[in-house]
């Protein structure tokens, strides 16, 4: 049932639409011109204006802009004694819904508010989805398990500080960039820029100079104006260097200075700069072990390590995974207008099963794959793993029992490899990394 306002200044006109709609199981009100209805569209809720074209004062056409953008958004068919297709035209390009010719009959009506009915039927449950999501993502990181609740307490705690440097830690597809984030909006530094660098995605030479700026003329191929770095565009807000780890050993005690001093230097600059900016970092690395192997500086790692973050794999908070999964579910329908979907106990069970070596992302990406392939109302297995994989369960271990994180992912690029048939881009497309780290990770662990 409906709620419908007719607008027609032929009492017989207006009452014989009120008839035919509460025929039809509405209920009505009815207005002699435009402004009385929008007066009582002010003090009650419409779902649907039957709004006749030729009104004493403004006609329907003028009035139109103002009904649809009325606080309900009501839908809109517009009336017509007379045939005027440029018109008709005129008012579907304006946002009516339909377009009737009086006299109106009962089955050229009924039809009419059932399409439109039913497309802002779509729209409401597009709209709680949407609630629902932005209610979901509200936290730092969805889950209920108490390792996720304990991140968000850590969140908190370093928020309130405006200056110390966070160190996060997990391995990829985590969510490391989203704490990182959190931190930032939690903190009084939430109106001031949040900047974002990936160590890995750049060439070594470009590091520094995307880093800290550099003057006109500093190198070859460099801007006669110059250029900003990324610690400027950062100024008084935060700076988040992703995969610290693939800092160089220059660059890293570059970093640490700024880190001591509060001041940089652009390249070809003659003084420094000082700086008002939070150091957020995150690594997939063993920094300790790198720092045995001469690989990351010491200093720098305590410097980074003034308050740590890890953040858990998703295997180790499998209590999360079925409410992650019917998030992305709720996530992907609306983005794709599906209608209502839900998850076959089969599927939730294989996916509860997975290990999911590549951790959220995985699962995102994974869900996202599964709305596109379902064509029904319930995700299959088969849609969640069109490959046929047969999931692994919680405990097992693989084949040659080594169970560290390097193994394990050595393990993983190297399948993802053999099902890309080598295609490298390909392969760091699906394991949620750059090519510059893939290549960094096929080098470490000997995989050609």
Same mark, same amino acid.
């Given at each position: 049932?409906?709620?419908i306002?007719v607008?027609?200044?032929?009492?017989?006109?207006?009452?014989?639409?009120?008839?035919?709609?509460?025929?039809?199981?509405?209920?009505?009100?009815?207005?002699?011109?435009?402004?009385?209805?929008?007066?009582?569209?002010?003090?009650?809720?419409?779902?649907?204006?039957?709004?006749?074209?030729h009104l004493?004062?403004?006609?329907?056409?003028?009035?139109?802009?103002?009904?649809?953008?009325?606080?309900?958004?009501?839908?809109?068919?517009?009336l017509?004694?007379?045939?005027?297709?440029?018109?008709?035209?005129?008012?579907?390009?304006?946002?009516a819904?339909?377009?009737?010719?009086?006299?109106?009959?009962l +089955?050229?009506? @009924?039809?009419? *508010?059932?399409?439109?009915?039913?497309?802002r039927s $779509? =729209?409401? #449950? /597009?709209?709680?989805? &949407?609630g629902?999501?932005?209610?979901?993502?509200?936290?730092?990181?969805?889950?209920?398990?108490?390792?996720?609740?304990?991140?968000?307490q850590?969140?908190?705690?370093?928020?309130?500080t405006?200056?110390?440097?966070?160190?996060?830690?997990?391995?990829?597809?985590?969510?490391?960039?989203l704490?990182?984030r959190?931190?930032?909006?939690?903190?009084?530094?939430?109106?001031?820029?949040?900047?974002a660098?990936?160590?890995?995605?750049?060439?070594e030479?470009?590091?520094?100079?995307?880093l800290?700026?550099?003057?006109?003329?500093?190198?070859?191929?460099?801007?006669?104006?110059?250029?900003?770095?990324?610690?400027?565009?950062?100024?008084g807000?935060?700076?988040?260097?992703d +995969?610290?780890? @693939?800092?160089? *050993?220059?660059?890293?005690?570059?970093?640490l200075? $700024? =880190?001591? #001093? /509060?001041?940089?230097? &652009?390249?070809?600059?003659?003084?420094?700069?000082?700086?008002?900016v939070?150091?957020?970092?995150?690594?997939?690395r063993?920094?300790?072990?790198?720092?045995?192997?001469?690989?990351?500086?010491?200093?720098?790692?305590?410097?980074?390590?003034?308050?740590?973050?890890?953040?858990?794999?998703?295997?180790?908070?499998?209590?999360?995974i079925?409410?992650?999964?019917?998030?992305?579910?709720?996530?992907?329908?609306?983005?794709?207008?599906?209608?209502?979907?839900?998850?076959?106990?089969?599927?939730?069970?294989?996916?509860?099963?997975?290990?999911?070596?590549?951790?959220v992302?995985?699962?995102?990406?994974?869900?996202?794959?599964?709305v596109?392939?379902?064509?029904?109302?319930?995700?299959?297995? @088969?849609?969640v793993?069109?490959?046929?994989?047969?999931?692994?369960?919680?405990?097992?271990?693989?084949?040659?029992?080594d169970?560290?994180?390097?193994?394990?992912?050595?393990?993983?690029?190297?399948?993802?490899?053999?099902?890309?048939?080598?295609?490298?881009?390909e392969?760091a497309?699906?394991l949620?990394?750059?090519?510059?780290?893939?290549y960094?990770?096929?080098?470490?662990?000997?995989l050609?």
């Amino acid at each position: 049932m409906a709620s419908i306002l007719v607008v027609d200044d032929d009492r017989g006109a207006r009452g014989s639409l009120s008839a035919l709609s509460r025929a039809l199981g509405h209920e009505t009100m009815e207005a002699e011109d435009a402004e009385q209805g929008l007066n009582l569209c002010s003090r009650t809720s419409v779902d649907v204006v039957l709004l006749d074209l030729h009104l004493p004062g403004r006609s329907g056409l003028e009035a139109l802009p103002d009904y649809l953008n009325l606080a309900g958004h009501p839908g809109v068919i517009m009336l017509t004694g007379l045939a005027d297709i440029p018109t008709a035209v005129s008012a579907m390009r304006a946002g009516a819904s339909d377009f009737l010719e009086k006299p109106i009959q009962l +089955e050229t009506l @009924e039809r009419s *508010l059932t399409r439109l009915l039913a497309g802002r039927s $779509v =729209l409401k #449950e /597009r709209d709680r989805l &949407r609630g629902e999501v932005a209610r979901l993502c509200a936290g730092p990181m969805l889950g209920r398990s108490r390792m996720i609740l304990q991140v968000s307490q850590t969140i908190d705690r370093v928020a309130a500080t405006p200056r110390t440097t966070v160190l996060i830690i997990g391995e990829s597809g985590v969510g490391k960039e989203l704490v990182a984030r959190s931190v930032h909006e939690r903190s009084a530094r939430s109106s001031g820029p949040f900047v974002a660098l990936n160590c890995a995605a750049l060439a070594e030479g470009m590091l520094e100079a995307e880093l800290f700026g550099y003057e006109g003329g500093a190198f070859t191929g460099a801007l006669p104006k110059g250029k900003e770095g990324l610690i400027a565009a950062a100024e008084g807000g935060s700076l988040f260097l992703d +995969e610290i780890g @693939e800092l160089p *050993l220059d660059l890293q005690a570059k970093l640490l200075r $700024v =880190l001591q #001093e /509060r001041t940089y230097r &652009r390249i070809g600059a003659p003084s420094d700069r000082r700086m008002d900016v939070r150091i957020l970092a995150s690594t997939n690395r063993d920094l300790e072990q790198m720092i045995t192997q001469g690989r990351f500086r010491e200093d720098l790692f305590y410097r980074l390590n003034v308050m740590s973050i890890r953040v858990p794999a998703l295997r180790e908070r499998p209590e999360d995974i079925p409410l992650l999964a019917e998030h992305f579910v709720a996530q992907f329908r609306v983005e794709l207008g599906r209608g209502p979907l839900r998850i076959a106990p089969g599927a939730m069970q294989r996916i509860l099963a997975w290990r999911w070596p590549g951790n959220v992302r995985e699962l995102r990406n994974a869900m996202e794959r599964a709305v596109l392939m379902c064509d029904g109302e319930e995700l299959r297995p @088969e849609h969640v793993f069109p490959s046929g994989d047969h999931p692994v369960t919680q405990g097992s271990v693989e084949p040659d029992g080594d169970r560290s994180l390097r193994a394990m992912e050595r393990r993983l690029i190297s399948r993802v490899l053999e099902e890309v048939q080598g295609n490298r881009s390909e392969a760091a497309r699906i394991l949620g990394v750059n090519r510059a780290t893939l290549y960094n990770k096929l080098k470490a662990y000997e995989l050609s």
